[in-house]
């Protein structure tokens, strides 16, 4: 009987062994929400999210969505090793005059899988004057 538990005991533990040196990739991004501020319309809208593979496994990101058609995401080609960095670069396009509230989705192989992603921002155009600006002289002066 002892030497039964024993060997159970022993397989136990060289099973947790096991079980720690399971390789596995980790995604760290150095931002999760990126702010354009306030931009005018026809400015640059490329960002870019800098993360890291922080795991002990090649990090193989298998996707990249956006929320809408306005926003062109781009991942990277090849996987990105233990230790290195990689971008995944966002395009909004800024001709369209709104506030910017998108989300970027990224799929991996990481041991979170899904990660969202933030861009937000303001649009405007500097032709046009804002409704809510006070003119200088009243409807009835002009």
Same mark, same amino acid.
């Given at each position: 009987m002892k030497n039964l538990i024993t060997i159970l005991f022993v397989g136990l533990l060289s099973f947790g062994a096991l079980a720690q040196d399971k390789k596995v990739a980790k995604i760290e991004f150095k931002e999760t929400t990126i702010d354009y501020g306030t931009i005018e319309k026809g400015a640059n809208g490329v960002r870019t999210f800098v993360f890291t593979n922080t795991g002990n496994a090649p990090l193989i990101i298998s996707d990249v969505k956006s929320s809408c058609g306005c926003t062109v995401p781009k991942k990277p080609k090849g996987p990105i090793l233990p230790g290195e960095t990689g971008e995944i670069e966002v395009k909004y396009d800024t001709k369209r005059v709104? *506030?910017?509230?998108?989300?970027?989705t990224v799929i991996s192989n990481a041991d979170t899988p899904t990660v969202a992603l933030?861009?937000?921002?303001?649009?405007?155009? *500097?032709n046009k004057t804002s409704v809510l600006e006070k003119k200088n002289k009243s409807v009835v002066e002009q």
């Open positions: 709104n *506030p910017i509230r998108k989300t970027i933030k861009i937000k921002g303001l649009v405007v155009d *500097p």
